[in-house]
Structure formats: structure tokens, C-alpha cells
């Protein structure tokens, strides 16, 4: 079978979202060999998961491997090139449902013995420490504004060609440092696909006693990572291009 970009960014994001959600549910259900790992382990655990999940992408056909809506919208707006958005966010879309199934088919039996329904929702979707919806899209808005920022200073011209292979494991270390430094007001969605598909998922998968998928709260994710990708696209338009 052909490699196809459309395939590339479903299939990265699977990855993704199986590793990231993996780690968190790791942490969170109880009675796996990583419950109470903690922040550093979720954070270092999504790191990788977007450096690998990039890999396969690419492997599987998609040169851009966003794996994010909000990454996909931000370059339109820097290229002017909107050719991409439709095919790539229906990958990422489709790709995330799917990996947060393989999250809950993986933790079969720990589902049954948490009791907190909150810590279920977790493993799927974030949710905000403080709920406060001006700070948290701000929140979700900056954050991504930095991912934005920070993927157009790994790919810019002006720092020269990087080493092949290398690219990757910056854009891991971004998410992490992301993570370790604005991701503990919202959880660090920065990435609508990452946040809507696992909620959908978590809304019509039969996991035991899993209270409310909270979809009052479910556009915050989604619209703040949209709006630091539109002024983040922007400023590289304007000054990094």
C-alpha cells in the first residue's frame, strides 16, 4: 500500500495519542506499575510520544507530520497555503479517536478498579487545575503560541540545515519543556485533535462508572490552541519567512 500524507498524519497521530494519553493513564488508574508517577513522568511521557509519533508519521507518508490541528492552521496562515488544512485535520481527527481507544483497550482491567471518575477522564482530556475560562484560554492560547514559535525557530532558515534525524527530538523537547512550564494551569492541551478526539472517544467508550466527558469545558482546548496558532502563524509570516 502507498504512503500518503493523509495516512502519515493518521497513524502519527495513533502513535501519539497512544503513548501520550498512555502515560497519563499510567499515572492515573489505579494499580498500574505507574500509578503516582507525577508530573515529570506525564510530561517527559507526552515528550516522547510526540517525538516518536513524528517519526512514524513520516514514515508513513506525511513530510509535515503536524499531528496537530493547531500546528496545521498556524503554517497555512504563515504560507498562505490552506491546501493541507482539511485532508490533514480529518487525519488528526480520525487518528486520535483511535488512539485513545488503544489507550482504553490497553488498561482493560484498571478501568473497573479507579474509582475517581475524574482521573478516568484524565487519561482521555484535559481539564483545567483551576477552572477560569479568560485564564484558561489564555492559558491554552500562550502555550501553543510557544509550540508555534518554537517549531518555526527548529525549521528556520536562518539557523541552516539541521542533521537528519535531529528535528524530532527538538520538537520533543519543546513539548516538554512546554509541559514542565505552562502545562499545569489546563493540563497543556496544544492541540485541539489531542483534546476533542480522546473526549469523544472517552463519551461513547463503555468504561465503568466514568461520570461526565464535561463538554461545557471541551471548546476552551480546542478555541485557545486555534488562536495562539493564528497569531503565532502570523508573526512568522510576517517577520520569519
Known amino acids: 500500500m502507498q504512503t500518503t500524507p493523509f495516512l502519515g498524519e493518521l497513524i502519527g497521530t495513533v502513535v501519539l495519542i497512544l503513548l501520550g494519553n498512555g502515560v497519563v493513564a499510567n499515572v492515573v488508574l489505579n494499580q498500574t506499575k505507574g500509578n503516582n508517577g507525577g508530573w515529570i513522568v506525564i510530561t517527559a511521557g507526552w515528550a516522547f510520544a510526540v517525538t516518536i509519533g513524528v517519526f512514524v508519521a513520516k514514515a508513513f507518508g506525511s513530510v509535515d507530520a ?45 478501568w473497573a478498579v479507579t474509582n475517581d471518575s475524574g482521573a478516568k477522564l484524565a487519561a482521555f482530556s ?49 513539548v516538554w519543556s512546554i509541559g514542565l512550564s505552562l502545562g499545569g494551569p489546563t493540563g497543556y492541551a496544544i492541540n485541539p485533535a489531542r483534546d476533542l478526539g480522546p473526549r469523544l472517544a472517552h463519551t461513547f467508550l ?23 496558532a493564528v497569531v503565532g502563524g502570523l508573526l512568522i509570516r510576517w517577520y520569519a519567512l
Not at 466514568?210 to 480546542?222: H, I, L, Q, R, T
Open 206 to 228: 463503555p468504561i465503568p462508572n466514568k461520570g461526565s466527558s464535561n463538554w461545557d469545558y471541551a471548546w476552551v482546548p480546542v478555541l485557545g490552541p486555534v488562536i495562539g
Open 66 to 110: 503536524h499531528l496537530n490541528p493547531a500546528v496545521t492552521i498556524a503554517f497555512a496562515v504563515a504560507t498562505d497555503d490552506y491546501s493541507h488544512v482539511v485532508p490533514y485535520i480529518t487525519a488528526q481527527l480520525i487518528g486520535s479517536v483511535i488512539g485513545a481507544t488503544l489507550v482504553w483497550l490497553h488498561h482493560g482491567p484498571h
Open 126 to 174: 484535559t481539564e483545567p487545575a483551576i477552572r477560569s475560562v479568560g485564564a484558561n484560554l489564555t492559558s491554552e492560547a500562550l502555550a501553543t503560541l510557544v509550540l508555534i514559535l518554537g517549531l518555526a525557530g527548529i525549521s528556520s532558515k536562518h539557523l541552516g540545515e539541521l542533521a537528519i534525524g535531529v528535528g524530532p527530538y527538538l520538537v520533543g523537547i519543546l
